[in-house]
């Protein structure tokens, strides 16, 4: 099976560690993998987004067109990739700061208050969490284990104590993921 999922949104949202993350995820299960990020110069605050192919099957181009899987949150990102969705693929998003939803019929629309439910959680920096927790409910590209693993590859050791924090929020986020 292969996955070709781009997750975009601001500087800052978490969008390449959260790409990194399903990466490395990946890679942990045996699976072949491509981790390709895009972003302006200014990080924080500018756009940016991550094409990440994950397969059974080895990954010729990081190159996509369409995808399975599209991550997106913010407005100006679910603009440019709506139409970019696969015929039947899954389009998720947060629904803070967006204004218009999706209106494809053809795809799988989902929506996670991941905003929300992190400021509920006391801890802003799960935001990107939660949203993979949505979209791996809804998209099972890896298993919780193979995450587990790529958190401890991705993230230095001394955030490693941050790991159950972020394994919590991405099954609150299989938890609150709604398909409208």
């Known amino acids: 099976m292969t996955y070709e999922i781009v ?10 560690s959260m790409g990194k ?5 990946g890679l942990m299960e045996g699976k072949n993998v ?14 940016s987004n991550v094409t990440v192919i994950v397969s059974d099957e080895p ?11 599209v991550i997106v949150l913010n407005q100006p ?9 696969k015929p039947g693929g899954l389009l998720l998003f947060d629904s803070n700061g967006i204004h218009r939803l999706p209106e494809r ?47 401890m590859k991705s993230l230095p050791e001394r ?3 941050l790991i159950p924090m972020n394994i919590e929020a991405i099954q609150r986020g299989m938890e609150i993921v709604k398909e409208l």
């Open 7 to 16: 997750i975009a949104g601001f500087g800052g949202q978490g969008v390449l």
């Open 77 to 85: 990102s679910l603009d440019k990739f709506e139409p970019k969705v």
């Open 105 to 151: 019929k053809d795809i799988k629309v989902c929506q996670v208050d991941a905003t929300e439910e992190a400021l509920h959680m006391g801890n802003q920096k799960v935001f990107n969490m939660l949203v993979l927790g949505g979209m791996l409910k809804e998209a099972p590209v890896v298993k919780i284990e193979g995450i587990e693993k790529g958190l």
């Open 34 to 47: 491509s981790w390709m990020p895009s972003y302006g110069p200014e990080q924080r605050g500018g756009t």
């Open 59 to 69: 990954v010729s181009s990081p190159v996509v067109n369409e995808y399975d899987v």
């Open 159 to 161: 955030h490693h104590k």
């Open 21 to 25: 993350i399903l990466a490395y995820s």
